[in-house]
């Protein structure tokens, strides 16, 4: 079992940028992925990292603002947030998910998830 914890979220205005952080709580190569669900839409995914390996992969229309990259630690995988926009309101997630190559996982290859972290993006 690997346990996910999400830092970072807050509120902030269009244009700003937020950089979120994924805990886990072991060491070792993982595929780490964050995802964001918008009120009343699907969880979707933004990006994956392999731990250890540097291997990334976006999901449609998520490169450009966002950056998934290793934190300053071994365990943790960050996510910067630039040029917010209100459609980007929603909870976001990191999850530990099968590593498949040349894509994003999706939600039902991921078997470990975090509570989840609040961004609201106000105009």
């Known amino acids: 079992q690997v346990r996910l914890t999400e830092s970072g979220g807050g509120s902030v205005q269009t244009g700003g940028s937020l950089t979120l952080s994924c805990t886990l709580d072991?060491?070792?190569?993982?595929?780490v992925a964050w995802f964001r669900q918008a009120p009343g839409k699907e969880r979707e995914v933004i990006a994956s990292?392999?731990?250890?390996?540097?291997?990334?992969f976006y999901g449609d229309s998520m490169k450009g603002r966002f950056t998934i990259f290793q934190g300053d630690a071994n365990n943790k995988v960050d996510l910067q947030l630039n040029n917010l926009e209100t459609e980007d309101t929603g909870r976001y997630y990191c999850a530990n998910c099968i590593f498949q190559r040349l894509r994003t996982p999706r939600v039902d290859e991921c078997a470990y998830w975090g509570r989840g972290t609040p961004v609201t993006v106000s105009s």
């Open positions: 072991t060491y070792g190569s993982l595929n």
């Open positions: 990292l392999l731990t250890g390996d540097g291997t990334s």
